[in-house]
């Protein structure tokens, strides 16, 4: 059955560095774009950057550009998402999900994971 596992969430300061990872199950990763995705309290989802199965392209929200940087390790059909110069506004449960295509729109997803916590907080 195909599955993704995030993990490597949990508290960190602002400013501080996080990177999460969305492990692939049932299918190889690498054949699918991956979106990581967020949603905070009282705020919808937000498509936070998303891979094309090539690992070519990539996509960021405005918000997160600059800051970070998704990545695909075929190998371990992993995907990674470098979060640096986090910020309270980052603070949500992280989801990444795969597609046919790289695209932040949720409704182009089919399988997702069952998302990590992210809090920055001093």
């Known amino acids: 059955q195909l599955q993704l596992v995030e993990s490597g969430g949990g508290l960190v300061q602002p400013g501080g560095s996080l990177r999460l990872s969305c492990a692939a199950s049932?299918?190889?990763?690498?054949?699918?774009?991956i979106g990581w995705f967020r949603q905070a309290p009282g705020k919808e989802r937000e498509g936070v950057s998303c891979?094309?199965?090539?690992?070519?392209?990539?996509d960021y929200a405005d918000s997160v550009k600059g800051r970070f940087t998704i990545s695909r390790d075929n190998v371990k059909n992993t995907v990674y998402l470098q979060m640096n110069n986090l910020k309270p506004e980052d603070t949500a449960i992280y989801y990444c999900?795969?597609?046919?295509?790289?695209?932040?729109?949720?409704?182009?997803?089919?399988?997702w994971g069952q998302g990590t916590q992210v809090t920055v907080s001093s």
């Open positions: 999900a795969a597609a046919r295509i790289c695209s932040r729109l949720s409704r182009n997803y089919n399988t």
């Open positions: 049932g299918f190889t990763s690498n054949n699918y774009a």
């Open positions: 891979i094309s199965a090539s690992s070519v392209y990539t």
